[in-house]
């Protein structure tokens, strides 16, 4: 971890907790006084499983999901997801049903694409989006731009971590929110309070890792 302040933010379910580092981080649009680790929850199994249960109760019972769009490298999580949106639950209605976990194709100027193989994944589907986190949305609404384009119907927004309710209208659900981190803060980088006062950058960060400076 970047910084000498870390700690793990543990909950009552099993294997679902956050590492978190408290400092001065820099993302590709904003500085963060919080760095969140959500490598392990998108690598490793059990912690993939514990990340879909918190989420599966929001989707459940009343939406219907026929494709899961992974963002950030959350495939483990939207696999982990898809297994339990179709298990013979009572109330799921997604039971016995196939589930598409895919993963979107960043063309040379960052749009969203999708191949003419798997176009029909989204085109007339009920689309989940997943994300690592959502905090300035850029990502989740580019996404919801491309489901939009190529047919298909968002019919939610889920995530790791999250500072919005809303992306484009749509309802955000993640399994960690601003309540279990009352003082994180993103900023612009030309507004950044830490920058002002001088303070040095930790790290550069991103949602696949680190890198001290």
């Known amino acids: 971890m970047p910084s000498a302040n870390t700690y793990k933010l543990e909950t009552k379910r099993k294997n679902l907790y956050l590492r978190i580092a408290k400092g001065h981080f820099a993302t590709g649009r904003s500085h963060i006084n919080y760095y969140i680790d959500i490598v392990a929850q998108k690598s490793r199994l059990s912690e993939a499983k514990a990340v879909a249960q918190e989420l599966l109760s929001y989707y459940n019972a009343n939406t219907?999901?026929?494709?899961?769009?992974?963002?950030?490298?959350?495939?483990?999580?939207?696999?982990?997801?898809?297994?339990?949106?179709?298990?013979?639950?009572?109330?799921?209605?997604?039971?016995?049903k196939t589930?598409?976990?895919?993963?979107?194709?960043?063309?040379?100027?960052?749009?969203?694409?999708?191949r003419d193989n798997m176009a029909p994944m989204i085109e007339g589907k009920h689309v989940l989006v997943l994300a690592a986190s959502v905090v300035t949305g850029y990502t989740a609404k580019a996404a919801v731009e491309a489901v939009n384009y190529y047919g298909g119907?968002?019919?939610?927004?889920?995530?790791?971590?999250?500072?919005?309710?809303?992306?484009?209208?749509?309802?955000?659900?993640?399994?960690?929110?601003?309540?279990?981190?009352p003082d994180y803060a993103s900023f612009p980088a030309h507004e950044c309070p830490l920058c002002k006062k001088g303070v040095k950058i930790d790290a550069l960060v991103n949602t696949y890792g680190f890198s001290k400076l």
Do not use: W
């Open 64 to 96: 219907i999901v026929d494709t899961i769009l992974c963002l950030d490298g959350t495939e483990v999580i939207g696999t982990c997801l898809a297994n339990e949106l179709t298990k013979n639950h009572f109330h799921n209605i997604n039971a016995h």
């Open 99 to 114: 589930i598409y976990v895919v993963t979107p194709e960043n063309a040379a100027n960052n749009q969203i694409i999708f």
């Open 153 to 181: 119907m968002v019919v939610g927004i889920a995530s790791i971590f999250a500072t919005v309710d809303k992306c484009n209208n749509i309802p955000v659900r993640s399994a960690f929110n601003p309540h279990d981190l």
